[in-house]
């Protein structure tokens, strides 16, 4: 078995886990065997050629690689944590920042990322007001809502690049076919009709990348979106600490210069 081969077999179950291309054959049996099923797609997949189906199979892989590592990567654990925030409050309360920020340092969070930002910021300047204090604290919440956002959106663009892709090699095939009609007269142009057919089958495999992508893409981004506001709750509730913190600060510096 050839490179070629081991490649088209290898590129034809990436689309066998995204869509069953099976349902594009024009005579399918009720009953197949998965081996002859697997067959049928292969045979649909070399048709197309392998000058565009293998950026095809490229973005078919990246796409499953995307969808794996988002499953794992955005949820609740990755963005704000329950145990995270009790010992946030917890140290905010104790005025032990120096703690919290050895704490923000273990955590992988971007709650941690963005109190780190903050009390970094505050203990390097001790004379800053609690305004400039807040806008640290929001530029860099604003910054960890846009990687989340940004990371999603390679699928996003997955889904736009495949159609495109497959659109290409149609467009080719009919040109192909097209040049056919013109060096041929008669009935021999009903025999344009297969490469016809061979030309469509790019512009279908770039449907079957795009969509589960689109769908894959619209609930991730539900997800962050979902993610985002949670972060943004939880970063209210620490600035509310430490405002809290700043006015107690405040209240007894005032006092000793009034006992003085």
Known sequence: MNHRSIFLRFTALL?????????????????RSAAEQ???????????????MIPLALLSFIA?????????????????????????????????????????????ECIARIVYKTLDFATKNPTASFDEVREVTEAEGTRQASILNNRIGYLNDISRVAPMVGLFGTVIGMIKAFNSM?????????????????????TAAGLVVSIPSLIFYSIFRGKVQKLIAELEAAMTHIMALLAAQYKRANYKASARKSDD
């Open 15 to 31: 689309f066998a886990i995204q869509f069953p291309l099976s349902a594009f054959a024009q005579e399918a049996e009720p009953k």
């Open 38 to 52: 697997a067959q049928s797609i292969l045979d649909y997949l070399m048709e197309g050629g392998p000058l565009l």
């Open 64 to 108: 499953v690689l995307l969808i794996i590592f988002y499953i794992f990567t955005i949820r609740q654990g990755t963005v704000v944590s329950n145990k995270f925030m009790n010992a946030a409050d917890a140290l905010i309360r104790k005025q032990d920042y120096l703690g919290l920020i050895a704490v923000c340092n273990r955590e992988n």
């Open 182 to 202: 013109g060096e041929t007269a008669g009935a021999q142009h009903m025999e344009l009709a297969p490469g016809v057919a061979q030309a469509l089958v790019t």
